[in-house]
């Protein structure tokens, strides 16, 4: 077995490394996704009650009174932009480091002998 260069290592180590931001960006992205659910699950059950209907909001750990339901949906709408923009951006960070994840995965696996050419042998 051929021993590994301190530049394969260092290679290995930044395989791994993107490898854990992919994980950490994936699990950001499908927490904000289903952020913005959540917040479409509002804005459909607030389109669906009149405007008689109670109406409360959170503000921290407390519920409080909205008076105003049009003030309401502004902001949820505004809140479920900022997510969506989040996502996106998550999404091109999560495309960016994919891209580098896997051309450093080839050029691992080219120095050690591992790929198309390398199948079928055994050492």
């Known amino acids: 077995m051929k021993e590994i260069s301190p530049q394969m290592q ?7 490394q ?3 931001q992919l994980q950490v960006l994936a699990s950001q992205r499908m927490q904000l996704e289903a952020k913005a ?3 479409g ?6 389109a669906k ?5 109670v ?6 750990t407390l519920l409080v009174r909205a008076d105003d339901h049009e003030s309401v949906k502004k902001e949820l709408e505004e809140h479920k932009e900022t997510v969506s923009i989040r996502v996106r951006a ?3 960070q999560e495309t960016s480091l ?11 696996s080219e120095a050690l002998g591992v790929g198309s050419e390398g199948e079928g042998k055994e050492s």
């Open 10 to 16: 260092n290679q290995i180590a930044q395989y791994q």
């Open 18 to 20: 993107l490898q854990q």
């Open 37 to 39: 659910r959540e917040i």
């Open 41 to 46: 699950g509002s804005l459909q059950e607030l």
């Open 49 to 53: 009650i009149g405007p008689e209907a």
């Open 55 to 60: 109406v409360y909001k959170s503000i921290g």
């Open 90 to 92: 998550i999404q091109k």
């Open 98 to 108: 994919g891209e580098r994840f896997e051309q450093l995965q080839q050029r691992i």
